[in-house]
């Protein structure tokens, strides 16, 4: 199913909604408007999106009962219609549900094709998505940077796209680490962490702080020199 929201915040608070109903989706993603706009340039996807839907939420159940399938079905179209959802698409062939997918997997590229970005992998407690996605684009107000968000919400996982678009090369370079700081900091008030799927990694080691008191830091770094202590195993990368 995708389903549109006038909202991004309603789709959000959706999700959480679909899992307290007794709901376990194969699948919840949510995708916000420019995402999809920008995917839809670069894929022969064919999708007619009104002009005042903000957010889509993907949502795949699976199972081999076809009865309680479509039970399940009912049950998120349900919850969905609760939080103000436009028509819903019900993919009832393996050629439209290809389709959405194909939208879906071709997100990330098509943000890359439209401007430099960063990438940020963040990730809250399902309840919390609403709040985290709001004070992502606050931050972004503060600090002039446009922000293109989507990714598993079924995990509480969001993928913030920051793009550059007419930011200046200063601002980018000095002002933007001090936003996604923000960023990371307010994924850990609401009960969160600044790696979702995709581990810490070069993009997110200088805001290990944020989560790691100096004691863990320095408890990972001895584990480190215990089994390295010839420093050869990814040498200077994350704890040297």
Not at 80 to 109: F, H, P, T, V
């Amino acid at each position: 199913m995708l389903v549109p929201f006038n909202s991004a915040e309603k789709a959000c608070e959706a999700v959480s909604a679909v899992f307290r109903a007794g709901i376990t989706p194969s699948a919840l993603e949510f995708i916000e408007r420019d995402a999809i706009d920008w995917t839809l340039k670069y894929t022969d996807v064919k999708l007619q999106i009104d002009d005042n839907v903000q957010a889509h939420l993907l949502v795949e159940v699976d199972g081999n009962d076809l009865d309680l399938l479509h039970k399940d079905s009912e049950k998120v179209a349900e919850v969905m219609m609760s939080y103000d959802c436009g028509e819903i698409l019900l993919a009832d062939s393996e050629s439209q549900k290809n389709q959405l997918w194909k939208l879906r997997r071709a997100i990330g590229e098509a943000v890359k094709s439209n401007s430099i970005y960063k990438e940020e992998d963040t990730v809250v407690p399902r309840a919390e998505l609403a709040k985290l996605l709001i004070g992502v684009k606050s931050i972004g107000k503060v600090y002039g940077f446009q922000s293109v968000c989507y990714g598993h919400a079924g995990d509480g996982n969001l993928h913030i796209n920051i793009v550059k678009g007419e930011m200046s090369d200063e601002d980018w370079n000095t002002k933007l680490t001090f936003g996604i700081r923000e960023i990371f900091e307010l994924t850990k008030k609401l009960g969160g962490t600044l790696s979702g799927e995709h581990g810490i990694g070069l993009v997110q080691k200088n805001y290990m702080d944020i989560v790691f008191s100096e004691k863990a830091l320095d408890l990972q770094k001895g584990i480190k020199n215990l089994f390295d202590p010839n420093g050869i195993l990814n040498p200077g990368k994350i704890l040297k």
